[in-house]
Nanobody, 123 residues
Framework: QVRLVESGGGLVQPGGSLRLSCAAS????????MGWFRQAPPKEREFVVA????????YYADSVKGRFTISRDNAKNTMYLQMNSLKPEDTGVYYC????????????????WGQGTQVTVSS
């Protein structure tokens, strides 16, 4: 069992930045690939970015490439998402997720989920 807790969301103006964190507890964090997803109703949950267990490989959605950066610190059991040049369409609830197998863009490939943190980009 892995418990994930997101933090760092909030209200930011277009063009601004936020840094999300995902703190993990339970089983060995370093054994899991990790991902960030977001959801803005009525849309379905959308893949944002994923990172391998080692942190050496990453996979970004085209919509965030060049603006968002994922990273992880296995010693601290924490993953991060640095979001720059935020746009109104980035608004949504951001979820972190853990996958025992290789990272993937499909939500169904992930075994554990956090409760989400709200990000609102608005002037």
């Amino acid at each position: 069992q892995v418990r994930l807790v997101e933090s760092g969301g909030g209200l930011v103006q277009p063009g601004g930045s936020l840094r999300l964190s995902c703190a993990a507890s339970g089983r060995a964090f370093s054994a899991y690939a990790m991902g960030w997803f977001r959801q803005a109703p009525p849309k379905e949950r959308e893949f944002v970015v994923a990172i391998s267990w080692s942190g050496h490989s990453t996979y970004y959605a085209d919509s965030v490439k060049g603006r968002f950066t994922i990273s992880r610190d296995n010693a601290k059991n924490t993953m991060y998402l640095q979001m720059n040049s935020l746009k109104p369409e980035d608004t949504g609830v951001y979820y972190c997720a853990a996958a025992y197998n290789e990272y993937d863009k499909l939500p169904t490939k992930y075994d554990y989920w956090g409760q989400g943190t709200q990000v609102t980009v608005s002037s």
